[in-house]
């Protein structure tokens, strides 16, 4: 195998084996888990992306005929824009 030809170049911060700061050193660390951390939202999407998907899974594997996945699944579409536009009406009304 060829050796690789050496650089001439001088070596850059990056390559001078210290470690770069990172930020400011008097400002706070992030939490620890703040990447983690998941809105009421978030985990309602998460919660639809599975109810979606295991409904699916349900027809495709023949568990439910397709007609029966597509009634509950127009059903829980239907139910789930109608109890959303409640709750805006809900909060439009407190205000």
Avoid: C, F, H
């Avoid at 999407?45 to 597509?70: D, H, N, S, Y």
């Amino acid at each position: 195998m060829p050796s690789r030809p050496q650089s001439t170049a001088a070596p850059s911060k990056r390559d001078s084996g210290k470690p770069e700061p990172r930020g400011k050193p008097d400002s706070p660390a992030p939490p620890p888990d703040a990447g983690e951390a998941q809105t009421p939202a978030a985990l309602a999407g998460t919660k639809r992306v599975l109810w979606w998907g295991g409904l699916a899974a349900l027809a495709t594997v023949g568990i439910l005929e397709w007609p029966v996945a597509a009634a509950v699944g127009a059903g829980s579409y239907v139910a789930e824009k109608l109890a959303a536009a409640d709750a805006r009406a809900d909060r439009a009304a407190e205000n």
